[in-house]
């Protein structure tokens, strides 16, 4: 029994993709799932494409909710791997959830477009895998189509992301001309037959790159410059270590396409080798180890149902420690109750199913009767294990809200801390001031729309909303914090958050520069933890 316990713990692999929007994480998702066997022919998550660049009204949010809660979290097993790939919502759907799931994550995969670089959303979410120290995977995406210089792009990566970068492997031919890679690890050559539009797996060649075979297949002339650019790269580069990379000091960097299938599989291949098994997590009682027997999981999302009738929603647990069982009853930490996890449910690529069992790693749904919130802890024995609360992410757009009807502000106040419990929004409130003026604030602008139409169906509240110029948010941390002492520029406003944490709202980053300079002794922080 033990040992089966161990074997599956240590099978796992549970990682986000993090990119900029259209840069292939959709692309990748669906060939990992296709190289794993998860889905025979790649286009079958083309829907959510279809619809993500649609107009955001209700029908469409309440698609994407329903789509997103299928596609949260998708499992299937590669090479005796039992991998978990967890969704980073983005587009308009992008949201504190997209920062949320990497909490959930051990590891994280970066796609990066050839030709674009490091673009503004990767480099957030970037921040956050790098706040959590968990190794960060690159993939260089698009390399059938005319891009940047590889060599450069490496240097961008180091020099915008401020992490170091080791090529695993490097491309043959660029621009269009796009042939297959060299394994630097295994001095290997990998080309790629032409496939089905990249519908199903592709055949290559591999083999030593001194056979003169490659010279055929890539032309004489590639292959030459590839020796010249392996030596260049041998000489010039970061040297590869593993305990960096594990460390997220070192960024390993594949080169492919996802679209045609090039270099998918040796990317998937060499993640997999370097990656990590689920990893131990702090808590009020020092790190629990994946592997100790008793269940422990917190909860990093929680999804409104789609059913406005009943309020009830499913909690998103990531399980840390300890086997799961399909009926089981465990402890809810911070309201110390007994609590029986129903209708857990776990996802397989499209589908959804009933879970009977799951091991650190997973990831299960579980239905909430609304006693749920972000960052709870459950554990099945009495230690009152509780892991270290999930941080409240800035958001980056902001609204003072009213209830249209001062009669109907109870209703207001309830549906506003409820929805904000879930962590779709995140509430300040001017000091002193009363419940009547909110300050709303969310990392995607249609978080706004879903505030509106959910306080108007749910709780029975028109709204209204009158957006403020503020894009960025820092919590305060200075000693002897006083409102009145503390200094600010004329386009910035000072609030508290629902903790009465004390927070300044800006328009622009030299206010936010300024403000600290103006207030020695004081940290701005963009991540505030409990
Ligand atoms: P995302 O989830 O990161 O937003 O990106 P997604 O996979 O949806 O890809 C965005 C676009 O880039 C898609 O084109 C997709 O086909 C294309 N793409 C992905 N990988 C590659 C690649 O390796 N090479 C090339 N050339 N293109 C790639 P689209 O026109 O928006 O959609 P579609 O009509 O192809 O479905």
Known sequence: MQKDFLKEVRRRRTFAIISHPDAGKTTLTEKLLLYGGAIRLAGSVKSRRAQKHAVSDWMEIEKQRGISVTSSVMQ?????YCINILDTPGHQDFSEDTYRTLMAADSAVMVI?????????????????????????TFINKLDRAG??????????????????????????????????????????????????????????VGDVTDNIFKDLVGEDLHQQLMEEI????????????????????????????????GVRPFLEGFLEMTTPPIARMSNKGEIDPESNNFTG?????????????????????????????????????????????????????????????YPGDIIGVHDPGIFNIGDTLCQDNSKVEYEGIPAFAPEH????????????????????????????????????????????????????????R????????????????????????????????????????????????????????????????????????????
């Open 231 to 262: 030596e260049l790269l041998d000489v010039a580069g970061d040297n590869f270590d593993l305990n960096k990379v594990l460390k997220g000091e070192l960024t390993p960097v594949f080169f492919g396409s996802a679209m045609t299938n090039f």
């Open 398 to 453: 902001f609204a003072k809200v009213y209830a249209k009807d001062s009669m109907k502000r109870k209703q207001f106040v309830k549906g506003i801390e409820q929805i904000s419990e879930e962590g779709a929004i995140q509430v300040f409130k001017r000091p002193h001031a009363g419940v009547e003026e909110l300050l709303v604030g969310v990392v995607g602008v249609l978080q706004f729309e879903v505030l509106q139409y």
């Open 455 to 530: 306080l108007e169906k749910e709780y029975g509240v028109d709204i209204k909303m009158q957006s403020l110029p503020y894009r960025h948010v820092r919590w305060v941390e200075k000693e002897n914090f006083n409102y009145d002492r503390f200094s600010l520029t004329m386009d910035s406003l000072i609030a508290e958050d629902k903790y009465g944490k004390p927070v300044v709202l800006f328009e622009n980053q030299w206010s936010i520069q300024k403000v600290e300079e103006r207030n020695p002794g004081t940290i701005l922080k963009r991540v505030s933890t409990k």
């Open 298 to 358: 917190f909860i990093f999302k929680i999804q409104a149902n789609m059913n406005p009738a009943h309020r009830d929603r499913i909690a998103f647990i990531r399980i840390c420690s300890g086997k799961f069982q399909k009926g089981m009853s465990v402890n809810h930490v911070r309201v110390n109750k007994t609590v029986k996890l129903a209708q857990p449910q776990q996802f397989l690529a499209q589908d959804r199913a009933v879970v009977e069992e799951a």
């Open 148 to 205: 940047k210089d590889p060599f450069e792009l490496m240097e961008e990566i180091e020099n915008v992301l401020g992490i170091r970068s080791y090529p695993m492997n490097w491309p043959i031919g660029i621009h269009g001309n796009f042939k297959g890679v060299y394994n630097r690890q295994k001095s290997q050559i990998e080309v790629f037959n032409e496939g089905k539009h990249g519908q199903t797996v592709v055949e290559s060649v």
């Open 76 to 80: 299937f097993d590669y090479n005796n």
């Open 113 to 137: 477009d050839f030709a674009k670089g490091v673009e503004e959303q990767t480099k957030k979410l970037f921040e956050v895998c790098k706040m959590r120290g968990i190794p960060i995977f």
